[in-house]
């Protein structure tokens, strides 16, 4: 499985609703497109990606966190989650207080890792500075599912 790119627009909503998802997608061949996504991975399959906010910190879905933080891999640095790239284990993680399990809603948080070295292929996404309007386009990364489900 690659890393692939979606297109999409985004809804800003915090509800859970299916037919809020973003699902599909084109396969991406290099780092250079997204090199902040990360694969989460467990035993050495992956479960969930993420992107890298700074040399130690990777935003997530918090449905994707794992008990405990040591049992989660983040790897960086490469388009298919099987090749090794850069490989750090999660120190610890923190779910935003409002998440819910039931709902989804507020599904993100943060892993913390020791630190990547950034290069050219492992980055920083740059963090939006400003609120944008629904229905604003945007660009989402990440390995997802080409059909639709309770995360599709």
């Known amino acids: 499985m690659k890393i692939f790119a979606i297109f999409a627009f985004v809804l800003l909503a915090q509800s859970a609703r299916s037919e809020d998802r973003v699902v ?58 099987k090749n090794p790239g850069q490989a750090l284990t999660a120190i610890s993680w923190l779910a935003h207080p409002q998440y819910s399990s039931r709902t989804i809603d507020y599904d993100y948080s943060i892993i913390t890792v020791s630190g990547f070295s950034l290069n050219s292929a ?23 599912k080409t059909s639709g489900g309770i995360f599709g």
């Open 122 to 144: 492992v980055q920083a996404i740059e963090v939006a500075n400003k609120e944008y309007a629904a229905g604003t386009q945007a660009l989402m990364t990440g390995w997802g």
């Open 24 to 81: 599909g997608g084109s396969d991406v061949t290099s780092t250079s497109f997204a090199p902040w996504q990360v694969s989460l991975q467990k035993s050495g399959s992956h479960f969930c990606g993420g992107s890298i906010i700074s040399s130690t910190k990777i935003m997530c879905a918090a449905h994707c966190v794992q008990s405990p933080a040591s049992s989660t891999t983040v790897v960086a640095g490469t388009v298919e989650y």
